[in-house]
DNA sequence: ATGCCGTTTCGTAAACGA
């Protein structure tokens, strides 16, 4: 069972580019994040055509998350919980039964938090202490979970070309790096580092400045595993080829393997 | 570097992203 994540950068403009990479790689679950469509402008027609169920958590201009599914999707989660205020689309779980039992994915986009002297930042900071108390409240039913996403957060130094450029930037202060780690040390496992330790990996390149030309990247998007499901984990890959495509996002897609 | 580029919006400049 494949599961991806990917930040598309707005759906419209990226229709032919998602789908040509569902093609190549066919996940069986495809979680994307910046979908910048509201549920019912979402093009799920040519989505369909692939095979896949889809669930929108969409709003107009800004944000908006999805998970496609070969599998029939269940027990929805529209939102992040913890906060009825909270109107930004940036969360959606679904559930899958497998042949190993049900499966939880949640694909999520965690507010980037720029600039950090800005309410902004106290958002993306109570954003992830939500994140915190849900994820804990997930790992009480000792089931596979899968968290998703673009988390908007460097987790180390090993995951920047230049760590050095974004010591003040919301995405790397200690802050933000704390808490993920809070998050992780609940019993995550990082699905990217179980599979591979070395650095130089990313998952982000900037459109500015020929941040890909010269390999410039962050990695930010990230898939955390509960116990139950690192211990189904066979392998996780960074399609790092598909920002070299025409009409790329600024992201690229992160794929796991799990024995499920 | 308040810069670079790309997407979106009751657009034609501004907001947002990272």
Not at 59 to 69: E, P, T, Y
Not at 86 to 95: L, N, Y
């Amino acid at each position: 069972m494949d599961i991806a994540t990917w930040n598309i950068n707005g759906v419209k403009a990226r229709l032919e580019t998602c789908l040509a990479w569902l093609k190549e790689a066919s996940p069986d679950v495809c979680c994307f994040q910046e979908i910048k469509s509201e549920d019912a402008s979402f093009p799920s027609g040519p989505f369909e055509d692939l095979g896949y169920n889809v669930r929108t958590h969409g709003q107009k201009g800004f944000n908006g998350v999805a998970i496609l599914s070969k599998h029939p999707i269940e027990d929805v989660v529209v939102g992040l919980p913890g906060d009825n205020d909270d109107i930004q689309a940036r969360f959606i779980q679904a559930s899958f039964s497998t042949d190993s039992g049900t499966v939880r994915v949640a694909s999520l986009y965690l507010p980037n938090g720029n600039p950090p002297d800005t309410g902004k930042y106290d958002y993306k900071l109570a954003w992830m202490d939500r994140l915190y108390d849900y994820a804990a409240h997930l790992l009480k039913n000792e089931e596979p979970v899968v968290l998703a996403g673009d988390y908007n957060v460097i987790p180390a130094a090993a995951d920047a070309k230049r760590p050095d450029s974004w010591r003040n930037d919301a995405l790397f202060l200690p802050p933000t790096r704390e808490r993920f780690r809070k998050l992780v040390n609940l019993g995550f496992t990082d699905a990217l580092r179980a599979a591979d330790a070395a650095s130089g990996i990313y998952s982000f390149w900037d459109y500015q400045a020929g941040a890909w030309q010269k390999d410039n990247g962050i990695r930010i998007d990230h898939l955390l595993l509960s116990p139950q499901a690192a211990d189904m984990l066979s392998g996780c890959r960074i399609d790092k080829h598909v920002r070299g495509w025409e009409k790329p996002s600024d992201h690229v897609p992160v794929v796991i393997s799990l024995n499920a």
